[in-house]
Protein backbone atom coordinates (compact mmCIF):
# COMPACT_ATOMS: atom_id res chain seq x y z
CA UNK A 1 0.00 0.00 0.00
CA UNK A 2 1.25 3.51 -0.73
CA UNK A 3 0.36 6.86 0.74
CA UNK A 4 -0.12 9.93 -1.35
CA UNK A 5 -0.44 13.22 0.74
CA UNK A 6 -0.93 16.20 -1.10
CA UNK A 7 -0.68 18.28 1.83
CA UNK A 8 1.45 21.27 2.12
CA UNK A 9 1.83 21.57 5.85
CA UNK A 10 2.29 18.28 6.01
CA UNK A 11 5.11 18.63 3.36
CA UNK A 12 6.94 20.55 4.73
CA UNK A 13 6.66 19.37 8.61
CA UNK A 14 8.00 16.10 6.97
CA UNK A 15 11.42 17.75 5.29
CA UNK A 16 11.85 19.65 8.63
CA UNK A 17 11.76 16.05 10.39
CA UNK A 18 14.17 14.70 7.59
CA UNK A 19 16.30 17.15 8.13
CA UNK A 20 16.45 16.48 11.70
CA UNK A 21 16.85 13.00 11.81
CA UNK A 22 18.21 12.05 8.78
CA UNK A 23 15.59 9.72 8.91
CA UNK A 24 13.82 8.78 5.24
CA UNK A 25 10.19 9.27 5.12
CA UNK A 26 8.89 5.48 5.69
CA UNK A 27 10.98 5.42 8.53
CA UNK A 28 9.34 9.07 10.25
CA UNK A 29 5.86 7.81 8.85
CA UNK A 30 6.15 5.02 10.86
CA UNK A 31 7.15 6.30 13.76
CA UNK A 32 4.75 8.72 14.06
CA UNK A 33 1.31 5.68 13.08
CA UNK A 34 3.37 3.83 16.49
CA UNK A 35 3.74 7.01 18.36
CA UNK A 36 -0.14 7.58 17.88
CA UNK A 37 -0.88 4.11 18.56
CA UNK A 38 0.86 4.29 21.48
CA UNK A 39 -0.74 7.33 22.98
CA UNK A 40 -4.55 5.62 21.52
CA UNK A 41 -4.06 2.67 24.07
CA UNK A 42 -2.69 5.06 26.63
CA UNK A 43 -5.76 6.93 26.37
CA UNK A 44 -7.97 3.84 26.49
CA UNK A 45 -6.34 2.73 29.08
CA UNK A 46 -7.12 5.85 31.38
CA UNK A 47 -10.71 5.37 30.55
CA UNK A 48 -10.72 1.50 32.00
CA UNK A 49 -9.22 3.23 35.03
CA UNK A 50 -11.52 6.25 35.45
CA UNK A 51 -14.64 3.26 35.02
CA UNK A 52 -12.78 1.95 38.01
CA UNK A 53 -12.45 4.28 39.98
CA UNK A 54 -16.23 4.73 39.68
CA UNK A 55 -17.38 1.24 40.43
CA UNK A 56 -14.92 1.36 43.43
CA UNK A 57 -17.24 4.99 43.75
CA UNK A 58 -20.40 2.90 43.75
CA UNK A 59 -19.19 0.28 46.17
CA UNK A 60 -18.49 2.75 48.75
CA UNK A 61 -21.40 4.71 48.23
CA UNK A 62 -23.25 1.39 48.90
CA UNK A 63 -21.00 0.65 52.14
CA UNK A 64 -22.15 3.80 53.34
CA UNK A 65 -25.90 3.11 52.92
CA UNK A 66 -26.07 -0.11 54.21
CA UNK A 67 -27.28 -0.94 57.84
CA UNK A 68 -24.78 -1.83 60.06
CA UNK A 69 -26.76 -4.11 61.07
CA UNK A 70 -27.57 -5.89 57.89
CA UNK A 71 -26.69 -9.65 57.50
CA UNK A 72 -23.93 -10.22 55.46
CA UNK A 73 -23.65 -12.04 52.18
CA UNK A 74 -22.51 -15.23 53.91
CA UNK A 75 -25.57 -15.45 56.39
CA UNK A 76 -27.98 -14.38 53.90
CA UNK A 77 -27.12 -17.50 51.80
CA UNK A 78 -26.98 -19.85 54.28
CA UNK A 79 -30.44 -18.54 55.12
CA UNK A 80 -31.59 -19.40 51.90
CA UNK A 81 -29.68 -22.17 50.41
CA UNK A 82 -28.58 -25.29 52.18
CA UNK A 83 -25.27 -27.04 51.85
CA UNK A 84 -25.32 -27.98 48.31
CA UNK A 85 -26.89 -24.69 47.20
CA UNK A 86 -30.34 -25.58 46.87
CA UNK A 87 -33.39 -23.76 48.38
CA UNK A 88 -34.32 -23.75 52.16
Excluded: F
Excluded at 32 to 38: D, F, G, I, T, V
Excluded at 39 to 44: F, I, Q, T
Excluded at 56 to 80: F, G, L, N, V
Aim: hydrophobic letters at 35%.
Amino acid sequence: MSINIKNREAERLLAEIKQATGKGTSAIVLDLLRAEKERLERKRELTREEKWARVREIQEAIKRETPPDAPSYEEIMDEMYDEYGLPR
